[in-house]
């Protein structure tokens, strides 16, 4: 698409152009300022990522998650947000969704902690969302929209700006600085207007076949900045004047949600004051960060040193999960084996827990598990139908009555009888590392800890979207497990997982997950996190393409203080080939120093599907290796069950310096037999 698109774009009934993208350059540049001179910090509660996803695609529904103010629950806010589509659609679904889209079909709901998920539409993010947090009720903010309604022309030059023009550009066609409030209003209001617009034909969703969910809408084309301003320039009045009419009836609408919210429960008064919500982000999507490794780290001669036995410890392996059938993760069932001629072997993946599944689960609305999933989860609980829906039902109630989530009923519906094998080998080969026993090709292979239990948690399906609500619910169900017994039950848990951390959101290390894994780690249990493979990339520059290594490219959890989070490097020469160029680099993005050691990450031979071995690369290969190396401290020195702190000073002290940046090795490369000297 090139030329003027304004004169060659679709137009709907009303004349005007059918839905389009806007690139993140005409985002920034109205919500930030001038690349040139952008001191502008945007303070509204929608972070970074939530503008650029419904700018893309300002029509379709986000996944978004939905922090609580501290004076606020997370079973209230669901229950608000709930509340609150139901009249403001009632009021004005032709307001708020796209026509060609049902304006009251489910946003899964859900809730977990001290989070709430939820698929909305622009316009109920900013109708519903922004009025119940803590940032509208802030008097300078509430006050100060009324005012800014006398500075309409000025917001309309703001519109008018082309995205390029530069700083000195802008003072000649309008020497207004804007406040950061009336650079929210403006783009705000145009994600609003181009999200009521129709969408084209080819942008709609195909209808499922047989009888099946609708498929999801495909994304729009993407512009150039000038493209896409040619195409809302022209009604940047239009787009302005349209925030202001919609203002009052979002103020009758917080009434009318308070009230009705009031008389279906107590609302706290001081979030009554201060807001119910703290801020918006997005659900990010998740990727699995991807012989002679064990012997390299010196596992082998700890184990015979020491005599380490692993039997007792269960580590949880939270990823695309385990094929537990393959014979390296086996082990004799001493009870059931009769004729030790004929052994019978039993899996050392003691528990499968599917979090693919959580949404459609904790969800406040039981019409939202469509059938053939209620048959699904039925199935992997070994439930009969009606029983799976009665857990549901249960849950709902909990939702409808604002109480927190009963991790007994949900338990039922997570737990797999009999788990089939993955469909994505990463979990599988993960375990690998951690726990494999088994000989390949006439060669021996094992893990870390032979010996080691597993619990296999499920939260990558089929595709990597939305996979950090999965996580989190994951990481709080661990925390459920340990603390409904008066010991430990789930020692450590590994993560070989990689959600890049945007700038403009949370601080470094603060985000959900990452906090989740704090509370993990302060209840006991051992945290370790893959670094990320971000360390070698390409960036385009004024001249073109550049390739080169990346400072602050540690992706999350591996950003969190208490996690172990581990770089990788070569498994035969660490010293010679230093850290693996794909590892990423620290320190964090706020300044502290990441990763905290190195282990081998390079063609790393473990277990995969169809009971097969093949060699994998990446961070992802490495964070297992520490895994395992915890494992063995916690199985040697019981004192140390319950203290993942220490754990994590051990292994970092003893790490070998590989003579390399302190951003690139960390303390340096994993040596579990130095990590034994040193207690």
């Known amino acids: 698409m090139a030329g003027d698109i304004g004169a060659s774009w679709p137009t709907g009934d009303d004349d005007r152009p059918m839905q389009f993208s806007l690139p993140g350059e005409i985002?920034?540049?109205?919500?930030?300022?001038?690349?040139?001179?952008?001191?502008?910090?945007?303070?509204?509660?929608?972070?970074?990522?939530?503008?650029?996803?419904?700018?893309?695609d300002p029509g379709a529904r986000q996944?978004?998650?939905?922090?609580?103010?501290?004076?606020a629950t997370a079973a209230d806010v669901a229950s608000m947000i709930r509340i609150g589509r139901s009249i403001w659609n009632g009021k004005n679904g032709e307001k708020i969704s796209p026509s060609t889209l049902r304006p009251l079909e489910s946003a899964k709901i859900a809730y977990l902690q001290g989070l709430v998920a939820a698929q909305l539409f622009f316009g109920e993010v900013l109708c519903i969302l922004v009025p119940l947090t803590q940032w509208w009720r802030q008097p300078q903010v509430a006050g100060r929209i009324e005012n800014v309604a006398d500075r309409r022309a000025a917001l309309v030059k703001l519109l008018q700006t082309p995205p390029g023009a530069t700083r000195k550009a802008r003072i000649s066609i309008d020497p207004e600085n804007y406040s950061s409030l009336e650079r929210y209003i403006a783009l705000a209001g145009l994600i609003f207007w181009i999200g009521k617009r129709a969408r084209r034909a080819e942008d709609l969703p195909l209808p499922g076949k047989d009888g099946e969910p609708r498929q999801p809408l495909p994304p729009l084309p993407e512009l150039t900045a000038d493209q896409a301003f040619a195409l809302y320039v022209p009604y940047a009045e239009e787009i302005i004047e349209q925030v202001f009419e919609v203002y009052?009836?979002?103020?009758?609408?917080?009434?009318?949600?308070?009230?009705?919210?009031?008389?279906?429960?107590?609302l706290d008064d001081e979030a009554l004051a201060e807001g119910f919500i703290f801020q918006v982000s997005l659900n990010r999507r998740a990727d699995t960060a991807l012989d002679r490794s064990v012997p390299a780290v010196k596992a082998d001669a700890a184990q015979s040193l020491f005599r380490v036995m692993c039997d007792?410890?269960?580590?949880?392996?939270?990823?695309?999960?385990?094929?537990?059938?393959?014979?390296?993760?086996?082990?004799?069932?001493?009870?059931?084996?009769?004729?030790?001629?004929?052994?019978?072997?039993?899996?050392?993946?003691?528990?499968?827990?599917?979090?693919?599944?959580?949404?459609?689960?904790?969800t406040s609305e039981v019409d939202d598990v469509e059938p053939a999933v209620l048959a699904e989860l039925a199935a992997g609980a070994g439930l009969d139908i009606g029983s799976a829906k009665a857990c549901l039902e249960r849950i709902s109630a909990d939702a409808e009555n604002r109480r927190p989530i009963n991790w007994a009923d949900v338990e039922k519906l997570i737990t797999l009888k009999t788990p089939k094998a993955p469909t994505n080998p990463h979990g599988t080969h993960v375990a690998g590392i951690i726990g494999a026993d088994g000989d390949f090709a006439g060669s021996v292979y094992s893990g870390m800890c032979p010996d080691i239990r597993l619990y296999d948690f499920r939260v990558i399906g089929k595709t990597t979207a939305d996979t950090e609500f999965a996580v989190i619910a994951a990481l709080q169900y661990i925390r459920y497990i340990n603390e409904r017994h008066n010991y430990i039950t789930v020692h450590g848990v590994n993560l070989s997982l990689s959600i890049p951390h945007n700038v403009r959101n949370y601080a470094c290390g603060r985000t959900p997950v990452c906090n989740e894994c704090e509370r993990l780690v302060e209840s006991g249990v051992v945290v370790v996190a893959a670094a990320g493979n971000r360390g070698y990339q390409k960036f385009q520059t004024v001249d073109g393409p550049f390739e080169n290594y990346a400072a602050f490219s540690i992706t999350d959890p591996g950003n969190g203080e208490g996690v172990i989070t581990v770089g990788s490097t070569h498994g035969n020469w660490p010293q010679t080939y230093g850290i693996s160029f794909f590892s990423s680099r620290g320190p964090t993005g706020d300044g502290r120093l990441k990763p905290d050691l190195v282990a081998p990450g390079e063609r790393v031979h473990s277990t995969v599907l169809d009971h097969g071995w093949a060699p994998e690369s990446g961070t992802s290969m490495a964070a297992p290796h520490v895994s395992g190396a915890a494992a063995m401290l916690l199985a040697r020195y019981e004192e140390l069950i319950g203290q993942p702190r220490r754990v994590k000073q051990i292994l970092c002290a003893s790490a070998t310096d590989l003579g390399r940046e302190r951003s690139f090795q960390g303390h340096g490369m994993l040596d579990v037999l130095r990590a034994f000297q040193s207690i």
Request: glycine fraction near 6%; hydrophobic fraction near 40%.
């Open 63 to 71: 996944d978004v998650l939905i922090t609580p103010h501290y004076k």
């Open 27 to 56: 985002v920034e540049t109205i919500l930030l300022g001038p690349a040139d001179d952008r001191r502008v910090l945007q303070d509204s509660p929608l972070l970074g990522d939530v503008w650029t996803a419904y700018a893309l």
């Open 312 to 362: 007792r410890i269960v580590w949880g392996v939270i990823d695309s999960g385990i094929d537990g059938s393959h014979p390296a993760l086996q082990m004799i069932d001493e009870q059931a084996t009769t004729d030790p001629e004929h052994p019978v072997f039993v899996s050392r993946v003691k528990k499968t827990f599917d979090f693919t599944r959580i949404r459609e689960i904790v």
């Open 248 to 266: 009052p009836k979002v103020q009758e609408h917080l009434d009318d949600l308070l009230r009705t919210s009031a008389e279906a429960g107590d």
